[in-house]
T-cell receptor, first 109, second 115 residues
Framework: GQNIDQPTEMTATEGAIVQINCTYQ??????LFWYQQHAGEAPTFLSY??LDGLEEKGRFSSFLSRSKGYSYLLLKELQMKDSASYLC??????????WGAGTKLIIKP | ETGVTQTPRHLVMGMTNKKSLKCEQH?????MYWYKQSAKKPLELMFV???????ENNSVPSRFSPECPNSSHLFLHLHTLQPEDSALYLC??????????????FGPGTRLTVL
């Protein structure tokens, strides 16, 4: 079956760095997406990885290891507005996104 | 603003009512999606349309009926819903299926409450 595993909730301090891990099992693989979702709002696209390695985009970076079925999202210089849920979503062989339940990130001053 | 709009933003309906949710995308995309999001659960894909043709129906009860008159508009017709159907209904669009980096862009959602 297809499965996504990411922590339910994480807490970090403003200005710090946090890494949100995601492990996945899918039928085939066509890349992995990370989305940010603030409470009561729509998910917004953060990153897409299809090759192994690290993709950096400003304060956010995303890493992928296809052989390990593993990805992480790294957030630097945390700001209060980064408090949100972060959704890991690999794409399977049918080009469908398989969604995790998300990691709720709480930023404290 | 992602270029995907949804109306209404909030809807309260009784179990015997009939209502419709509307989604419109201004991105020139060819694929549109309906998702259901319940509290603390993963997004559930309901329906997928590609070039106005339905390509996916993930065992959704018949009380939910989608309609896609063109590539820019998507409707979800609701009738005789149950209280457990209360959720956030999200519409998304993407360039088209069968591509790897086919990023989905979401509308703001309709918060549905069934009494």
């Amino acid at each position: 079956g297809q499965n996504i595993d990411q922590p339910t909730e994480m807490t970090a301090t403003e200005g710090a760095i946090v890494q949100i891990n995601c492990t996945y099992q899918t039928s085939g693989f066509n890349g992995l997406f990370w989305y940010q979702q603030h409470a009561g709002e729509a998910p917004t696209f953060l990153s897409y990885n299809v090759l192994d390695g690290l993709e950096e985009k400003g304060r956010f970076s995303s890493f992928l290891s296809r052989s390990k079925g593993y990805s992480y999202l790294l957030l630097k210089e945390l700001q209060m507005k980064d408090s949100a849920s972060y959704l890991c979503a690999p794409m399977d062989s049918n080009y469908q996104l398989i969604w995790g339940a998300g990691t709720k990130l709480i930023i404290k001053p | 603003e992602t270029g995907v709009t949804q109306t209404p933003r909030h809807l309260v309906m009784g179990m015997t009512n009939k209502k419709s949710l509307k989604c419109e995308q201004h991105l020139g995309h060819n694929a549109m999606y309906w998702y259901k999001q319940s509290a603390k659960k993963p997004l559930e894909l309901m329906f997928v349309y590609n070039f106005k043709e339905q390509t996916e129906n993930n065992s959704v009860p018949s009380r939910f009926s989608p309609e896609c008159p063109n590539s820019s508009h998507l409707f979800l017709h609701l009738h005789t819903l149950q209280p457990e159907d209360s959720a956030l209904y999200l519409c998304a669009s993407s360039q088209g299926l069968g591509q790897g980096a086919d990023t989905q862009y979401f509308g703001p959602g309709t918060r549905l409450t069934v009494l």
